[in-house]
């Protein structure tokens, strides 16, 4: 209908008409790609505070799996370092060196550990063997950084934080792998001196066996260390994790 208002405008010469059809069809397109800006625009925010709902979601599942870890931890080193002690060898140590730039800190005071309680002293060697492996929620940043959406997130230091912390999430599964890996070979050491999880076992029969027996006392050592070692992800996971979190529902708020 334009097209042909144009062309009869165009045949009477009537210029002002052209112009003034022509400023109508450039107003139209601009307004109509404007419109499709604003409603991407709105479709965008509305899925970026999706995402960040759902990382916040997530992270309350991680930082609790983070705390139990770290509790179940302190419990299989504390015996361990009892078992040593028990057994008159010389006590468990850690040297984790100086952490560099943006590493994982592995420092660990053995001291403030303290000693297994009575009633557990029958059953080190369960509380040697038996961990938790704290598997981080990645449902969210799967879906959003699958689909291409991480540049949906407009704060770029926000962003750089949450890849940030899961790669540090892939580091504790790795970490996970190794300690599950090492378990497997603490439970055959065990099971070679009539060993098995939940048997108990007087403490004092446990101790001549591991003073007596060095692969024994070798097993416990080296799983305790790594333990060690897995603490030490998961430890910063857990700070990050807060960190992150408490980032992620200040920008929240802050775009609502």
């Given at each position: 209908?334009?097209?042909?208002?144009?062309?009869?405008?165009?045949?009477?010469?009537?210029?002002?008409?052209?112009?003034?059809?022509?400023?109508?069809?450039?107003?139209?397109?601009?307004?109509?790609?404007?419109?499709?800006e604003w409603s991407k625009?709105?479709?965008?925010?509305?899925?970026?505070?999706?995402?960040?709902?759902?990382?916040?979601?997530?992270?309350?599942?991680?930082?609790?799996?983070?705390?139990?870890?770290?509790?179940?931890?302190?419990?299989?080193i504390r015996a361990a370092?009892?078992?040593?002690?028990?057994?008159?060898?010389?006590?468990?140590?850690?040297?984790?060196?100086?952490?560099?730039?943006?590493?994982?800190?592995?420092?660990?005071?053995?001291?403030?550990?303290?000693?297994?309680?009575?009633?557990?002293?029958?059953?080190?060697?369960?509380?040697?063997?038996?961990?938790?492996?704290?598997?981080?929620?990645?449902?969210?940043?799967?879906?959003?950084?699958?689909?291409?959406?991480?540049?949906?997130?407009?704060?770029?230091?926000?962003?750089?934080?949450?890849?940030?912390?899961?790669?540090?999430?892939?580091?504790?599964?790795?970490?996970?792998?190794?300690?599950?890996?090492?378990?497997?070979?603490?439970?055959?050491?065990?099971?070679?001196?009539?060993?098995?999880?939940?048997?108990?076992?007087?403490?004092?029969?446990?101790?001549?066996?591991?003073?007596?027996?060095?692969?024994?006392?070798?097993?416990?050592?080296?799983?305790?260390?790594?333990?060690?070692?897995?603490?030490?992800?998961?430890?910063?996971?857990?700070?990050?994790?807060?960190?992150?979190?408490?980032?992620?529902?200040?920008?929240?708020?802050?775009?609502?």
């Amino acid at each position: 209908m334009i097209l042909r208002r144009v062309i009869a405008h165009f045949r009477r010469q009537e210029w002002t008409a052209i112009f003034l059809d022509f400023v109508i069809v450039v107003i139209g397109v601009f307004v109509g790609l404007q419109a499709q800006e604003w409603s991407k625009n709105f479709s965008d925010r509305q899925r970026e505070a999706q995402i960040i709902a759902g990382l916040i979601a997530d992270l309350d599942v991680d930082r609790a799996q983070y705390a139990q870890s770290l509790v179940v931890a302190d419990t299989r080193i504390r015996a361990a370092a009892d078992s040593l002690a028990g057994a008159g060898l010389p006590p468990l140590e850690f040297e984790p060196g100086a952490p560099g730039a943006g590493t994982v800190d592995y420092a660990f005071d053995l001291s403030r550990l303290g000693v297994t309680p009575a009633e557990r002293r029958d059953r080190l060697w369960t509380e040697i063997v038996l961990g938790f492996h704290p598997t981080p929620s990645t449902m969210t940043y799967d879906a959003f950084a699958g689909a291409g959406d991480v540049e949906i997130i407009r704060d770029a230091e926000l962003a750089r934080g949450i890849q940030r912390y899961y790669n540090l999430v892939s580091s504790v599964g790795e970490q996970n792998e190794k300690i599950l890996a090492l378990r497997k070979d603490a439970l055959n050491a065990g099971a070679v001196y009539g060993l098995a999880p939940f048997a108990s076992k007087p403490a004092g029969d446990f101790f001549r066996l591991v003073a007596a027996n060095p692969p024994l006392a070798a097993t416990i050592r080296i799983m305790a260390t790594f333990v060690i070692y897995h603490r030490g992800e998961v430890a910063a996971a857990a700070v990050r994790a807060a960190e992150l979190q408490a980032n992620l529902s200040k920008y929240l708020e802050s775009i609502k």
